[in-house]
């Protein structure tokens, strides 16, 4: 009998030791959630350019699928912050300002077609929703950065952060021409400096979509 209540004690013991609060619990399922999310994006990265490269055999030009999952992420980018907009009034002139800001670069990307219209014309819409943009956060600028505050408390801002900064600095940097050159001098191939590049462009392009929506699903729930 006693051998017995020594063995219970021993196994509440154990399961004492190896058992988790809720809280615990629950963070350490939503980490695995971002870390799985991750591993997609890396996964898709991959596919998008084999099935253009190795598949499709075209060398990543202005209609594959690299470039448009490029496009279709920046959409989704400024769809997350015009809806933000509209579900939390307190941000409406902050998150408008980002949307116009991804929409401008949803139009960059789709250059070749306003090249049809004129060459460069897809300067024109660009620049007037940036002015329009600039105008309706300049009705309160005050309200503008304290709303720009309000959404950069949210932490999924962080990644969105970290995916512009790879976008609009690394891989320029990474994809610069001369560099590729001095790597592989008389072997150069253009091809291998258009994976590297656009590899890394998708790449960053997937963590700002994926840090946009996050924002926005944070942001909206906390109300």
């Known amino acids: 009998m ?47 350019i084999r099935l253009d490269y190795v598949l499709l055999g075209n060398n990543l030009g202005e209609i594959s699928i690299t470039e448009t999952l490029e496009q279709f992420s920046l959409l989704v980018s400024a769809f997350a912050f015009f809806l933000l907009s509209k579900h939390r009034s307190d941000t409406k002139h902050a998150a408008t300002l980002i ?26 819409p660009a620049l007037a929703i940036t002015f ?10 005050r309200g503008t950065i304290n709303q720009l505050a309000e959404i950069l408390r949210s932490p999924y801002m962080n990644i969105l952060i970290i995916g512009l900064m790879l ?29 590297a590049e656009e590899g890394t462009e998708l790449l960053a392009y997937l963590i700002i979509s ?11 729930r906390s109300k």
């Open 167 to 195: 976008l609009l600095v690394y891989s320029r940097l990474f994809g610069m021409g001369n560099f590729w050159k001095g790597v592989m001098s008389e072997h150069y191939v253009r091809d291998v400096k258009n994976i």
């Open 99 to 124: 949307a116009s800001f991804f929409l401008v670069m949803f139009i960059r990307e789709l250059d070749f077609l306003f090249d049809m219209i004129a060459h460069g014309s897809w300067v024109y």
């Open 2 to 48: 006693k051998s017995s209540t020594n063995i219970n004690y021993g196994l509440e013991k154990f399961m004492d030791e190896f058992s988790f609060s809720d809280s615990a619990s629950k963070i350490i399922l939503k980490r695995c959630q971002t870390a799985l999310i991750f591993i997609a994006i890396s996964i898709l990265v991959n596919a998008a």
């Open 132 to 141: 329009a943009a600039l105008a309706y956060a300049a009705k309160d600028i």
């Open 210 to 220: 994926f840090g946009s929506i996050r924002t926005y699903l944070s942001l909206t």
